[in-house]
């Protein structure tokens, strides 16, 4: 009996040891998986989501100001030929579209003609329709790439990772319903996050991926006497609203999103200025418009005036507390 007692208690600690080394095995296997993360992988690969992503309080200074354009009068014979030879990366077979966006952004600092600089600014933005706003990944593309969906990720949480809204990776994946995500399913993920600049000379905002151009749309600003401050905004944490409620500050009338002279339009992007004349000041935003007419003129009570269509997109792609906005002369 004695023997026998003993042979169980033998097997019990046998099972026991049994189980530590497992767990101890998983735990290294874990602790491997998450020191490997994407950022350590070449461009091109397949990117791997975590589950869980903290909302970033920060995000990095935009270096926009680099690329502030030097205007010349005449032509500048060198961004002729260096446009050519993006022109030639774009009509080649395999067409090299991440290299031709490439060299044209990398155009955009150099002195050049309003002509010039218009042309390089057309081709960067066509070129976005076909690396960015498509479900299409290029090979060495440093902004996009792959992601493969693990079980129990969110779009959100996704979207907070790369730092972009969560709205943008629906669109270009056509995912119709957040909740529709499954698991093992392949997307596509954008590097963010989108900043802008808006120029008060031309009544234009430009849009960039980090530092590299995608579009420009064109604006209205403040009236005289109630200009838009210069200087650099950040999107306000939680200020990003659909047809919120909105008080007149000059008329003290307070409008409903059902109000047929409802003058926001489709959305409302609240700023907080961070430096420059933009520092301290509050209740700025980007948001639609009610008149389309007032878009390219000095005629709101300081905010950022845009096309409805497009207040939904830049909506869709500037991220609170991260999306920086520049505002200059």
């Known amino acids: 009996m004695a023997r026998y007692l003993s042979s169980r208690s033998s097997l019990r600690r046998f099972r026991r040891s049994i189980f530590v080394v497992s767990v101890l095995v998983i735990i290294a296997a874990s602790y491997y998986a998450y020191r490997v993360s994407y950022h350590d992988r070449p461009p091109g690969t397949q990117r791997a989501a975590e589950t869980v992503a903290p909302v970033p309080e920060a995000g990095p200074e935009p270096t926009l100001s680099e690329i502030i354009p030097t205007p010349t ?27 031709a966006r490439d060299r044209l952004n990398e155009l955009l600092p150099m002195p050049m003609s309003a002509e010039q600089r218009q042309l390089v600014k057309e081709q960067l933005s066509q070129l976005a329709d076909r690396w960015l706003f498509s479900r299409t990944i290029f090979p060495q593309d440093k902004l996009c790439g792959s992601l493969q969906v693990r079980p129990g990720s969110l779009l959100s949480t996704i979207g907070k990772q790369f730092r972009v809204p969560y709205k943008i990776l629906m669109e270009i994946n056509n995912i119709p319903y957040a909740e529709s995500l499954q698991a093992g399913q392949t997307i596509k993920v954008i590097d963010g996050p989108f900043h802008a600049r808006i120029y008060h000379s031309t009544f234009t905002m430009d849009l960039y991926l980090q530092n590299t151009f995608v579009r420009s749309f064109p604006v209205g600003l403040g009236q005289p006497d109630m200009e838009t401050p210069m200087g650099l905004w950040r999107v306000k944490p939680g200020g990003k609203l659909i047809t919120p409620t909105w008080r007149d500050p000059i008329s003290g009338k307070t409008y409903q999103p059902g109000d047929p002279d409802y003058p926001l339009g489709s959305r409302w992007i609240g700023l907080e ?3 420059g004349d933009a520092v301290g000041r509050t209740g700025f935003a980007i948001h639609g418009t009610k008149d389309p007419n007032q878009i390219g003129t000095a005629s709101s009570q300081g905010c950022i005036r845009l096309h409805n269509g497009d207040a939904i997109l830049i909506y869709n792609l500037l991220i609170p507390g991260l999306s920086r906005v520049e505002t200059v002369e």
Do not use: T, Y
């Not at 500048?76 to 090299?96: F, Q, S, Y």
């Open 73 to 99: 009068s005449q032509p500048n014979p060198e961004v002729d030929e260096l446009i050519a030879g993006a022109m030639a990366c774009i009509n080649a077979e395999p067409a090299r579209i991440i290299e």
């Open 273 to 275: 200025g961070i430096k």
